[in-house]
């Protein structure tokens, strides 16, 4: 939810905390702040705002220190306010957080009564307070960690100074995760492989409960009992050019663009284009499964209702899905023959982490469909499907979500193969059709310019209903969802035939309602639809490819016409209109299209 990085360096740190902050504020951006080590003591400098403002505040008062944390913040515990910005200091230390600290409240009240005071609203300023008091009792800096940490329940990923420890960062990890960056003669902490990535790429991953200090030379890490323990150190990829911008205005504008190729990589993992044939990785054994489990979170969600639609068709195979936020909480019926699939970019949502977590306990074999190969999702589980699209770094899920559909696809030829629901003839032409996939997309991409005109139009609008069938129901709610995440314009999904059971009350003149309706086996019942809002005054704006065109019932206001493609990839070849509509009706609207307010790309808080 915050990010954070630290750095025992060589040489000054400001400008490096800085660019790392910035590869963060993904994961959050109500405020920001530094601390360094200047002349044997700590110094901070923090702002409300993004992390343009703290330059600003950095311009005018520089930090000349070599060690030094910092944090981007989603404000949980207290409003976004520099006083609550981190990093927040008590007595000698200073130190930056990422996580909830569930017994905060009791804390505070014990510090209090020892005569402690707080400047703060946070859950964060409770742990250097302890930390401090660990000290104040005689404790070296490392067991006073401990020793606090010991104290504490709840998710904490922390970085920590030291007053008067000027070789020194200490960090620790439970629940949110923390990475330890290996340099020449320095040493990183981040939230992160992409937060140490301009500075190292040998990282090791800190595991549940672990706590570590670093120095120029090294990292001494130990685990939840107080073990020295050894991290494997690996070479990990984070490639500058991947969390670029490029010529694009935004991350979100790039990463649609991006997708024919994070599909291609990511079709390419699962199908063998010479044989024809699609392989899941990871030995399911998709002809014994009586079950799937599919969770997931926002559009990773909505990707898994498209994973059910494919899988029960093709493969025969029952499948639910449900938000991770329920489903961990509601004590669901579990049973052993059922593959528990997580689906999640990030692989760190709290509640998709948890409901897997779950499902494990509950002796489920576990998967995950992930972007991020190293996250704590993808070390969990017993099968991970990687999706190949690079990073998303939009808070707007894009290429992740047509990336994880194109497994899914993948996944419903491989299951029904395995079941005996298709033969190889059969699973020969799903595959050559899914292989088409990222050509059409492209040529869906290239509706750009219609869809632009559509949404200068839809900007002014106050609501807009989404309309959809059989696939094209997901992506209805997926383009609500993208609609309301970043133009802030109240947007609906709906399954087109529950039109008539309520929101056809909402249909008016001034109503934009979008109809996803290519010409497949449900086409009819979506053109009634049609008819049957534009008979109220409705203003629909049609979704379909060619034939749809042709066979639609005159009046819609605008038609914007797809490629043609087999019904198997229609999600995939109709999500860059929708995409692109939110995109350029939040461009219209002035919003900020890749850092949308109140949110954050990544929740690994509940
Ligand atoms: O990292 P995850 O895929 O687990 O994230 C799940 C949701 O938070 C995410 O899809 C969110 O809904 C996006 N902002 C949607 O665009």
């Known amino acids: 939810m915050c990010g954070i990085i630290g750095i025992v360096g060589t040489r000054s740190v400001q400008e490096r905390l800085i660019e790392s902050l910035k590869r963060l504020e993904y994961r959050g951006y109500d405020s920001a702040g530094v601390a360094g080590v200047v002349d044997g003591h700590v110094q901070r400098r923090r702002a409300a705002g993004k992390i343009r403002a703290l330059e600003e505040v ?78 104040e009792g005689g404790k070296p800096p490392v067991e006073a960690l401990k020793a606090a940490l010991d104290q504490l329940s709840g998710a904490y990923a922390i970085g920590v100074l030291v007053d008067g420890e000027d070789n020194l960062i200490m960090g620790a990890r439970k629940g949110s995760p923390l990475v330890v960056g290996y340099g020449e003669g320095e040493m990183f902490l981040g939230s992160d492989a992409l937060a140490v990535g301009p500075f190292t ?200 979500f047509t990336a994880q559909v194109s497994v899914f696809t993948a996944l419903a030829v491989a299951a029904a193969r395995a079941r005996g629901r298709i033969e190889a003839a059969e699973e020969q032409r799903l595959v050559k059709i899914l292989l088409e996939a990222p050509r059409l997309i492209a040529e869906s991409i290239n509706l750009e310019d219609a869809v632009r005109a559509v949404a200068i139009e839809m900007s002014k609008a106050r609501d807009v209903l989404f309309l959809g069938r059989g696939p094209m129901y997901p992506l209805a709610l997926e383009g609500a969802l993208k609609l309301k995440e970043i133009s802030y314009i109240h947007a609906e999904g709906y399954a087109a035939g529950e ?66 493609c087999d019904p198997l990839i229609a999600p995939l070849v109709m999500a860059a209109p929708i995409q692109l509509l939110a995109y350029y009706v939040a461009v219209q609207k002035g919003a900020d299209v890749d850092q949308p307010r109140n949110l954050a790309k990544s929740v690994t808080v509940e």
């Not at 989603?74 to 600290?101: E, F, K």
């Not at 070479?235 to 050019?241: D, P």
């Not at 086996?521 to 704006?541: D, I, L, P, T």
């Open 201 to 400: 790429s040998r990282i090791a991953y800190l595991e549940e409960g672990d706590y570590v200090a670093i120095d120029h030379a090294e990292a001494r890490i130990f685990d939840a009992r107080g073990q020295a323990v050894r991290r494997e150190v690996r070479q990990v990829a984070a490639s500058a050019a991947l969390v670029e911008k490029g010529n694009y205005r935004h991350f979100m504008e790039k990463e649609i663009h991006d997708q024919p190729e994070g599909c291609q990589r990511t079709i390419a993992a699962y199908v063998d284009p010479l044989t024809g044939r699609a392989a899941m990785p990871g030995g399911v054994d998709f002809a014994a499964l009586e079950r799937i489990q599919i969770v997931g979170c926002g559009t990773a969600y909505i990707a898994g209702l498209l994973g059910k639609y494919l899988m029960e068709q093709l493969a025969d195979l029952p499948v639910d899905v449900e938000v991770a936020s329920e489903f961990r909480y509601r004590d669901p019926a579990l049973r052993p023959a059922t593959l528990a699939i997580g689906i999640s970019q990030s692989g760190e949502t709290a509640d998709t982490l948890a409901a897997l977590r779950l499902c494990k306990s509950r002796g489920m074999q576990t998967a995950v469909v992930v972007n991020a190969q190293e996250s704590t999702m993808a070390r969990e589980v017993d099968v991970v499907w990687p999706i190949h699209c690079g990073p998303e770094i939009g808070v707007a899920s894009t290429k992740a």
């Open 58 to 135: 950095l311009a005018a008062d520089p930090l000349s220190a070599t060690v030094g944390i910092g944090h981007t913040r989603w404000a949980t515990h207290g409003g976004p306010s520099t006083r609550n910005a981190h990093p927040h200091t008590a007595g000698r230390v200073t130190l930056v957080h990422n996580g909830i600290i569930e017994n905060y409240a009791e804390l505070r009240e014990m510090l209090k009564a020892k005569g402690r005071t707080f400047e703060s609203e946070t859950d964060t300023e409770v742990i250097a307070a302890l930390i401090d008091w660990e000290l």
């Open 499 to 564: 039109l008539k059971h309520g929101p056809i009350a909402l249909v008016d003149e001034l109503t934009p309602i979008v109809i996803l309706a290519p010409f497949d086996s449900y086409f009819e019942k979506s053109a009634s639809n049609m008819s049957e809002v534009m008979a109220r005054g409705g203003q629909v704006v049609f979704i379909t490819d060619p034939d749809g065109e042709a066979h639609a019932p005159a009046g819609a206001r605008v038609v914007v016409t797809a490629p043609r």
